[in-house]
């Protein structure tokens, strides 16, 4: 079968590699139907993303019908439709026993320290799959789950409720899933951007307020969203050295701080940014159990994952989707790769 394979920073190619066969019982052969490309794809390609090992087959947000199971397999059956979640944990370290196994110390996540899903076919335990209704969501859809899974989590370690005033750095997929997902717990939403385009997206799927930072003094806006209290929660999307500061800045005292970055880049904090406002700062990664929660978001249509699908690649054409994602970043949301 064919695989996207990256051999080491910006050198990505179609491969050839085996077909997995169900060898466990607890098995499940998925024929992969689509893919959404998300930055920490990029940052892979890149070489910005701290966490990858290379060579590695890509791809953890990707959905396909089931193939094949194994003998023990009893509620799925050749063409269900299925996403799959992709944190792999020990199970037994200190975050697993404390329920945090997205950070487990020997985390692996699928597409990034093992081969991920940008193949034609993929194999899996039972227990990382999800079965999705065919009459409630296309197969392009269902490979958006794991993306808003990564929303649903950081609302979850902001503690997110109806009434808060949440502020997002950056409209991009990342950004617009936890906006969604916050809109849906009945927070409100200023979401930030440098494109119109994408602000004009972030509108359109809901946002309570927009903020072009390169046309407005961002402080000024956040304490209009805010009356004067600054962010209930902040969520940082945007991932830059100065963007953590900004954030700080912009928090109400007693705020929440989530951060996104995979970066290594360091940030000066002085710990008065802390203390003074007695700010809770949340780290998050991938997603600790939230496929249930977005499916049934999905399901319910609470929040509108086609809309920020903006293009469509065949997956032999991975290249060229990802030069179009590093030369044209204001007209591309969401890359989805077909099978």
Excluded at 58 to 71: M, P, Q, R, S, Y
Excluded at 290 to 310: N, Y
Aim: a negative charge; aromatic letters at 6%.
């Amino acid at each position: 079968m064919k695989a996207v394979l990256v051999k080491a920073p910006l050198e990505v190619e179609v491969v050839d590699v085996p077909k997995p066969e169900i060898t466990a019982p607890d098995e499940v052969l998925i024929k992969v139907r689509y893919g959404g490309i998300c930055g920490s794809d990029i940052g892979i390609y890149s070489g910005g993303n701290a966490f990858a090992t290379y060579p590695r087959i890509i791809g953890h947000e990707f959905a396909g019908t089931v193939e094949a199971v194994g003998d023990a397999v009893k509620d799925l059956a050749p063409g269900d439709l299925v996403s799959v979640d992709i944190v792999n944990s020990c199970g037994h370290c200190y975050a697993c026993r404390t329920g945090h196994h997205n950070v487990c110390k020997d985390l692996e996540v699928t597409g990034v320290h093992r081969d991920g899903g940008f193949a034609e076919y993929f194999k899996v335990r039972r227990e990382m799959v999800y079965k999705l209704d065919k009459a409630k969501l296309s197969e392009a859809m269902a490979c958006l789950v794991e993306p808003y899974s990564v929303g649903a989590e950081v609302n979850a370690r902001a503690q997110v409720s109806a009434g808060d005033k949440v502020v997002v750095f950056g409209s991009g997929p990342a950004g617009l899933a936890i906006m969604q997902v916050a809109l849906a717990k009945g927070a409100e939403v200023l979401i930030t951007d440098i494109f119109p385009q994408r602000l004009q997206l972030a509108a359109e799927m809901g946002a309570t307020r927009t903020v072009n930072v390169k046309e407005e003094d961002l402080k000024t806006a956040v304490m209009d969203f805010t009356a004067g209290e600054g962010a209930h929660v902040l969520a940082d999307a945007v991932c830059l050295p100065q963007s953590i500061l900004d954030a700080l800045d912009l928090l109400a005292p007693a705020g929440r701080l989530v951060v996104l970055g995979t970066g290594s880049a360091p940030s000066e904090i002085p710990q008065m940014a802390f203390t003074k406002k007695g700010i809770n700062v949340f780290g998050t990664r991938v997603n600790n159990h939230r496929f249930p929660e977005v499916i049934s978001l999905f399901e319910q249509g609470k929040v509108t994952p086609a809309k920020m699908h903006t293009h469509t690649f065949k997956f032999t054409d991975i290249a060229r989707a990802f030069e179009l994602l590093r030369t044209d970043k204001s007209q591309v949301c969401k890359i989805l790769l077909e099978w």
